[in-house]
């Protein structure tokens, strides 16, 4: 598959999943101001995935009117457990090169799987891509959304709820309709 198919991919995922769905009350005004930046990496390993999400962090610093990068690894880490282990030095090298406190990563795989759930239950759809992502936040941006919307602690309790509403043949072909976005 092609970077420009991945990219319609997430897209329609972001648009159909995340906001349509409102898993993140955030994510639709930087849609429509076309501030977020999908990235595809062909990245085959991750020291080469490393290097990619530094660029994007760069990038990010240079070029305020990006607000978020979809970092998407299509070749690595498609293991959700390897992929979980990575997410310990993507942290690292936001401090090893100053940007701990500017941005932060969210996580996003296909196989997403929150601790103390089984692989099949529908909360963990709240968390799962078509392909791996790492989802790069100006973290001052996040800090003045969150002030601005008043208690978001009850987003994540709200989004099990609306997945579990949903039930699982609802989210799946709401997945697979991404996947035949191309």
Known sequence: MNSKDIKKQVQQ???????????????????????????????????ELLNSLLNELVFLEQ?????TTLLIHPNVLTDFYDYN???????????????????????????????????DDNENYTNRSPY??????????????IGSYGDTSTIPQRNIDLMNELGIEKIQALFKACLKSN
């Open 132 to 145: 791996p992502l790492l989802h790069i936040l100006r973290e001052q941006s996040l800090d003045d959304a």
């Open 63 to 67: 070029h305020l009117d990006t607000e």
């Open 85 to 119: 282990d990575f997410l310990d030095k993507a942290d690292q090298l936001l401090l090893d090169h100053g940007y701990d406190g500017t941005f932060q990563i969210a996580s996003f795989h296909p196989n997403y799987q929150f601790a103390n759930t089984g692989a």
């Open 13 to 47: 995922w972001l648009e159909t999943i995340i906001i349509d769905l409102n898993l993140c009350p955030f994510a639709k005004r930087e849609l429509l101001k076309n501030r977020i930046k999908f990235t595809v990496t062909q990245a085959n390993d991750n020291t």
